[in-house]
């Protein structure tokens, strides 16, 4: 899969999303302004049951400081209609970053939102891991939904400066975000069915990374 966006990208989700601006070591230099020079995010591939061929794409923003994955098809359900499969559901995105010479970047912060209708008794999780190809490093959230819940959700992943995994300076490795939405009954009705889905009110899912910046030596 080739998609392929740059800074020029009209029509790009913007979140606000609190960062902070302490370096984790005295050998960091964080940057308060990201680079001038433009953004290009390749698609290497995208993989999972909750996001089939076609159904994902990324923009970036105008200002460099975050992108956003959309996706069309994502859903995790139980129910008496449901295939045990249906219980979990996930995505894995490939992204080739290509960042101007001399700064590194990390993913600070993530936005996800979404729709749950969860039966009384029924639960339900989203959880995020992101890490750069070949590291050991890896961040990972959890947020836990517990029914009875029929409304839109939302959940922000933070990550401490300290906690940033960087993109090693002067290397070549792509970024990986794997994503995952699961559904339990747990002591919920057996004739009914619990849903969680990332979808917008337009039909499509956007999830909104926030860029935090670092000079390389």
């Not at 080739?2 to 790009?12: D, E, F, K, P, Q």
């Not at 923003?61 to 129910?79: H, I, K, M, R």
Request: proline letters at 6%; glycine letters at 6%; charged letters at 10%.
């Amino acid at each position: 899969m080739a998609l392929r966006a740059s800074i020029l990208t009209a029509g790009v989700l913007l979140a606000t999303l609190a960062g902070t601006a302490l370096p984790a070591q005295a050998t960091t230099v964080l940057s308060t302004n990201p680079p001038a020079d433009h953004i290009v995010i390749d698609v290497a591939s995208v993989n999972g049951s909750g996001c089939p061929t076609g159904t994902a794409a990324v923009a970036v923003s105008p200002d460099n400081t975050a992108f956003t994955v959309t996706y069309s098809s994502y859903l995790a359900q139980v129910g008496p209609n449901s295939l045990p499969t249906d219980l979990r559901k996930n995505c894995q995105v490939n992204l080739d970053v290509h960042v101007p010479q001399g700064f590194t970047y990390a993913i600070a912060s993530a936005d996800y939102r979404g729709f749950a209708h969860l039966e009384p008794g029924a639960n339900a999780l989203q959880r995020a891991n992101y890490y750069f190809q070949g590291s050991p490093q890896t961040v990972t959230s959890t947020h836990a939904f517990q029914g009875p819940l029929d409304d839109n959700w939302q959940a922000t992943d933070s990550v401490e400066i300290a906690a940033l995994v960087w993109a090693p300076c002067g290397e070549k490795r792509n970024f990986n975000i794997n994503t995952e939405l699961r559904v339990a009954a747990g002591t919920s009705n057996r004739n009914a069915t619990s849903f969680m889905t990332m979808d917008s009110t337009d039909g499509g899912i956007n999830t909104i990374y926030q860029l935090a910046w670092k000079t390389c030596p």
